[in-house]
């Protein structure tokens, strides 16, 4: 089955999901009639979408959540009747789409959903609901969230969505029907954005750069200070020669993520607190409390400004993440090239703009050297991820990276 493109035309390079995520949506039209046994078969109440980063996770769970949705007579997915539209844009009364740029989801806002989910949907289709990051809930929201997939209310569909079947509890991921995504070709991404009228080669330049994830393809290719933060990160493994150097690269690479999480912060942070004072009758009425707006105003205040707080935290570790991506890539190159050192298998490198520079450093070192610098890169995500001081890991890496 070919892409029936509607609502999945933005699901590039998965055909195979898209054919088992349309048969699903076809078999949920059958629930709806009544229907039992074979006619149904395709369809659940609890889906767990995996696949790696960019993948597009999250725009095939906006898809069959659409599809659900769709009035079409003919086919799910149009993409043309306004439950398809409003589904995927993210404003249909009976989809509930779940996105954070917190560093967790916790019991809470789960407790929520849960409620929500209980409700009937107004439109008498399905009640939806996407959690785009499942993979953050804490244990506790996990819990709660598998009490809701365990007795589900008959019109709700959970979609969850998470790197990995690893990253969700065995409880959970035995209750769900699985969906394994995987990363695009370069070639389909280019395919797709030549589509928009982009020049091809320089759409899978950019999609080989950014190793198929479909959103960092878009900002090398649109945003001038994604495709600069590429480019400083790339220079760190030419500057780990003498340990000045390699402390000094060290500094700029958290330096850069520090700079992209203060300039999201700039850009989101004044705004939602001064929408909040209004909402909160700050400098409205009369009288001298009326500066102080209503009565907890400042808790609520002291809250956001918690949460502005994790998203800064979580944008600088995202923002130093691609970084360290990009050169464990570099390392792969040069790996590459000390396995094949005269290019007789016309090498495919990710950074292909980088040949000089990986050919260099392949040329006055060792594969085993190289494969320790990649680990190095590895050790330095994960103590990130597990809330190491980011200058920290990041000059360990360096010096490693010199010492190997």
């Given amino acids: ?188 991404i280019a395919d797709s954005l030549s589509g928009e009228g982009i020049d091809r080669e320089r759409a899978r330049a950019a999609a080989q750069a950014a190793q198929g994830h479909i959103g960092r393809t878009r900002a090398l290719l649109f945003d001038a200070a994604a495709a600069a933060g590429r480019t400083e990160a790339l220079k760190l493994p030419t500057e780990v020669a003498d340990i000045g150097r390699a402390l000094k690269a060290a500094q700029s690479l958290v330096d850069a993520a520090a700079a992209e999480a203060k300039a999201v912060a700039e850009a989101l942070d004044g705004k939602e607190t001064d929408e909040l004072k209004v909402a909160l009758g700050y400098g409205q009425g009369k009288g001298s409390g009326s500066a102080r707006g209503v009565a907890g105003s400042a808790g609520i205040l002291k809250e956001l400004e918690t949460r502005q707080k994790r998203r800064a935290t979580r944008t600088q570790r995202d923002a130093l993440d691609r970084a360290l991506i990009d050169i464990a890539a570099f390392y792969r190159d040069v790996l590459a090239r000390q396995f094949d050192p005269h290019d007789a298998a016309a090498l495919t490198l990710i950074h292909e703009d980088q040949a000089r520079q990986t050919r260099a450093i392949a040329a006055n070192s060792t594969p085993a050297t190289t494969l320790r610098r990649i680990e190095a890169v590895l050790e330095a995500r994960k103590a990130i991820a597990a809330n190491v001081a980011p200058l920290l890991a990041v000059e360990s890496m360096a010096l490693t990276l010199r010492a190997s």
Avoid: Y
Wanted: hydrophobic share 40%.
């Fill in 1 to 188: 089955m070919t892409n029936p493109g509607g609502a999945w035309s933005a699901l590039i390079g998965q055909p195979g999901a898209v054919e088992r995520l349309h048969t699903a949506a076809e078999a949920s039209r059958a629930v709806l009639t009544g229907a039992t046994g074979a006619a149904v078969a395709a369809m659940t109440h609890a889906w767990l979408f995996t696949g790696p980063p960019g993948s597009g996770r999250s725009t095939a769970a906006r898809a069959f959540a659409a599809a659900l949705q769709c009035t079409d007579a003919h086919t799910p997915g149009c993409g043309q009747c306004q439950d398809c539209h409003t589904a995927l844009a993210g404003t249909h009364p009976d989809v509930t789409l779940v996105t954070t740029d917190q560093l967790t989801i916790g019991v809470e806002q789960t407790r929520g959903l849960v409620l929500g989910a209980a409700m009937s949907p107004s439109r008498r289709r399905w009640q939806v609901i996407v959690v785009e990051d499942a993979d953050r809930m804490t244990e506790g929201a996990a819990n709660v969230l598998l009490k809701a997939i365990e007795e589900p209310a008959p019109r709700t569909v959970w979609i969850l969505c998470a790197p990995s079947t690893q990253d969700m509890l065995p409880t959970i991921l035995s209750r769900c029907r699985h969906l394994a995504l995987r990363t695009p070709s370069p070639d389909a």
